[in-house]
């Protein structure tokens, strides 16, 4: 078994190690500079008709925020959490054509504020618009989760007729499940690289842990229930030979694994202890220090392990970013696996700064 681990982990890394990249510097995309804290890190347009005007050019649908500047604790909140969020500043200005509207201010702010009815002195409210100032979606107002503004922009997206990338859809997915709260599955096999490998790849799943209970190697996966149930999850296990025990509390749950897999293979639940190594195959590529989301990362492990490419759930600044961290082996990077996305971004901005 070892020599086979050894084996595949030799052919992935060889397989990662040049990629194929130009020689081209790679000049790292900055976000908004000298932003209030209100606005995050997107690079704003402040006058609509000029935005109107890009949007035409570019054909892109206009992502209007109306936003108080300074504000009260909810904006600062606002720019913190969800306009400084990398994936969806990303999307903010790579898919729509950005606009920020002070709504405490006069001249211009406040002609825009009078056309679209917005009250002064208000919460952040984002219009999602077309060219002719039609909003493509319903106003987001009271919403301040990054998860309302991601829905309201694939659902923009769509109806404009334009694809949704994968890396955004990912982040719905991830936010939608811890928002409405995730399950977890403790699944026991002959190898977790093997099992975060394969269940990591189902959709549904948010996020596998390697790690040891009652002394066996086991994989805990957290799951969208509304995307997989536990039968299927469990089946799923049985078929890729990642569920030889399955460790359950739960008395209904415990009924469903027995007659999946036999009452011989179904345990109470012990102490769960992680593994020094979770992302196993990412962790020995480069792609350890690339930040990524929870589901990215799960599902990027995943693809390497199968000897393929991650790109196709990654943003294309984080390719760029990794084809810049290639070039630039030099620094220090920083291991991303197991860090928050902004954490570990932030701390890259600050050795390409």
């Not at 209030?36 to 000029?50: S, T």
């Not at 943003?315 to 920083?334: A, E, F, G, V």
Request: glycine share 8%; proline share 6%; hydrophobic share 40%.
């Amino acid at each position: 078994m070892l020599n086979f681990k050894w084996t595949i982990l030799l052919l992935i890394i060889n397989s990662f190690s040049t990629g194929g990249e130009p020689e081209a510097t790679i000049v790292p995309i900055a976000p908004g500079i000298g932003n209030p804290v209100e606005l995050g890190k997107v690079n704003w347009e402040r006058k609509l008709d000029k935005g109107i005007k890009l949007a035409q050019a570019d054909q892109k649908p206009i992502f209007l925020l109306f936003q108080e500047v300074p504000g009260c604790a909810t904006c600062r909140s606002y720019g913190h959490n969800v306009l400084s969020h990398p994936l969806i500043v990303e999307a903010i200005e790579d898919l729509f054509t950005p606009v920020a509207i002070y709504n405490n201010k006069g001249g211009e702010d406040a002609k825009v504020l009078a056309y679209f009815r917005e009250p002064s002195w208000n919460n952040p409210v984002v219009r999602i618009i077309d060219t002719d100032k039609k909003d493509i979606v319903d106003r987001i107002s009271g919403n301040y989760t990054p998860l309302g503004v991601v829905q309201s922009m694939i659902i923009a997206l769509k109806r404009f007729g334009k694809p949704v990338p994968t890396y955004l859809q990912l982040l719905e997915q991830e936010l939608f499940a811890k928002q409405q709260g995730t399950e977890t599955a403790t699944l026991s096999m002959y190898c977790f690289w093997t099992g975060e490998k394969n269940l990591g790849a189902l959709e549904g799943v948010v996020e596998t842990q390697p790690g040891f209970m009652n002394g066996r190697e086991v994989v805990q996966v957290a799951y969208d229930p509304s995307l997989i149930s536990y039968e299927h999850l469990v089946g799923e296990a049985q078929k890729a030979q990642c569920a030889s025990q399955v460790y359950v509390d739960d008395k209904e749950e415990q009924e469903k694994a027995v007659a999946l897999l036999g009452k011989s293979k179904v345990q109470s639940l012990g102490r769960f202890r992680l593994d020094s190594e979770p992302k196993y195959y990412m962790s020995k590529t480069l792609y350890k220090y690339l930040p990524m989301s929870a589901i990215q990362a799960t599902k990027a492990n995943s693809l390497i392990g199968q000897g393929k490419a991650p790109d196709e759930v990654l943003s294309p600044r984080q390719i760029t970013l990794m084809k810049y961290i290639r070039q630039n082996l030099h620094q220090k990077w920083p291991e991303a696996i197991g860090q928050d996305l902004l954490t570990a971004w932030n701390k890259v901005d600050q050795i390409r700064s």
